[in-house]
């Protein structure tokens, strides 16, 4: 079973940036056989979709709520993928997960989480006003 380990989170001002790294493990997965998304969930709210990067890094999405704020990059020779948050604002505070799911074979909506097969356990940012 893979690993997916999250850091970087912290506590922050309005406006700061931060960036999250995520490492996978595991001596079975195939790091680049795997679009990697960021999620993020807020406390009494749905998990929500930051954005996605494709197996190369050749293609990134993100939701409209972080475009032009955040980016998404990866390094497949470290089995790690980065969010690097700019601008940070209040209602971005919530607990971000990455999520692994295979480049072939997981159809469907990018920002839907029941398509990735792989998760980490969360770290939390928090960004005050």
């Known amino acids: 079973q893979p690993q997916l380990v999250e850091s970087g989170g912290g506590l922050v001002q309005t406006g700061d940036s931060l960036t999250l790294s995520c490492v996978a493990s595991?001596?079975?997965?195939?790091?680049?056989?795997?679009?990697m998304g960021w999620f993020r969930q807020a406390p009494g709210k749905e998990r929500e979709f930051v954005g996605v990067?494709?197996?190369?890094?050749?293609?990134?999405d993100y939701a409209d709520s972080v475009k032009g704020r955040f980016t998404i990059s990866r390094d497949n020779a470290e089995n790690t993928v980065y969010l690097q948050m700019n601008s940070l604002k209040p209602e971005d505070t919530a607990a971000y997960y990455c999520?692994?799911?295979?480049?072939?074979?997981?159809?469907?909506?990018?920002?839907?989480?029941?398509?990735?097969?792989?998760w980490g356990q969360g770290t939390q940012v928090t960004v005050s006003s």
């Open positions: 595991g001596h079975t997965f195939a790091f680049t056989n795997y679009d």
């Open positions: 990067i494709s197996w190369n890094g050749g293609r990134t």
């Open positions: 999520a692994a799911k295979l480049t072939y074979g997981s159809g469907g909506d990018s920002a839907d989480v029941s398509i990735y097969q792989y």
